[in-house]
């Protein structure tokens, strides 16, 4: 069974303090890895897509990196606007469904003025 | 009215009443799913239309309906639902093929079950 596990839970961070959220992954051949941000009274909305360890993606502050076991998403010197919850999500190669996404719990960021 | 629209956005219902939840999206996608997420929890996929044909349904109890009428609309229908159904229910679309991952999402529908 693909299990994503997310951590830290929740992560506060004063403006500017740049840190790294955790996405460690079991995943029977991995099609896919998905970060998505999530704010308060919003839907997810869609971040980066990792295909194979070594990729990275970078986005503003934002940079996903990926091993074969875990994806780091590196926050460089965030701003308030950044807090939100952050998911992580797989898609497995075998067990033939392009569309089945399996999510982590998330990580709630708060950033400090 | 672009992305992915909901609603309603809130809903209050009995354990006997029967509502239905709606969405559309605006992206020209084929595919379009129904999620549900609890606190504390993961997001939970329910149900997955391609190109209107339902191709994922994850052991959901039959007191939820999905219905998928053209590629635009999604409808989630409830009855006799249980207050654990409680939670967020959102919409996604997506493309197809290799794309499928990358999922838009509506704002979602707030339900409780009293």
């Known amino acids: 069974e693909d299990q994503v596990t997310q951590s830290p839970e929740a992560l506060r961070l004063q403006e500017g303090e740049s840190s790294s959220l955790n996405c460690s992954y079991t995943?029977?051949?991995?099609?896919?890895l998905f970060w998505y941000r999530q704010d308060p009274g919003k839907g997810p909305e869609f971040l980066f897509t990792?295909?194979?360890a070594g990729e990275e993606k970078e986005k503003e502050r934002l940079k996903a990196t990926l091993t074969k076991k875990e994806s780091f998403l590196h926050i460089t010197a965030p701003k308030p606007e950044d807090s939100a919850t952050y998911l992580c999500?797989?898609?497995?190669?075998?067990?033939?469904?392009?569309?089945?996404?399996?999510f982590g719990k998330g990580t709630l960021l708060t950033v400090n003025p | 009215e672009t992305g992915v629209t909901q609603t309603p956005r809130h809903l209050v219902m009995g354990m006997t009443n029967k509502k239905s939840l709606k969405c559309e999206q605006h992206?020209?996608?084929?595919?379009m799913y129904w999620y549900k997420q609890s606190a504390k929890k993961p997001l939970e996929l329910m149900f997955v239309?391609?190109?209107?044909?339902?191709?994922e349904n994850n052991s959901v109890p039959s007191r939820f309906s999905p219905e998928c009428p053209n590629s635009s609309h999604l409808f989630l229908h409830l009855h006799t639902l249980q207050p654990e159904d409680s939670a967020l229910y959102l919409c996604?679309?997506?493309?197809?093929?290799?794309?499928?991952?990358?999922?838009?999402f509506g704002p979602g529908t707030r339900l409780t079950v009293l």
């Open positions: 999500a797989v898609q497995a190669l075998s067990g033939g469904s392009n569309y089945k996404l399996t």
């Open positions: 996604a679309s997506s493309q197809e093929g290799g794309r499928a991952g990358e999922q838009f």
């Open positions: 992206l020209g996608h084929n595919a």
């Open positions: 239309y391609s190109l209107e044909e339902r191709v």
């Open positions: 990792l295909y194979s």
């Open positions: 995943v029977s051949g991995l099609r896919g």
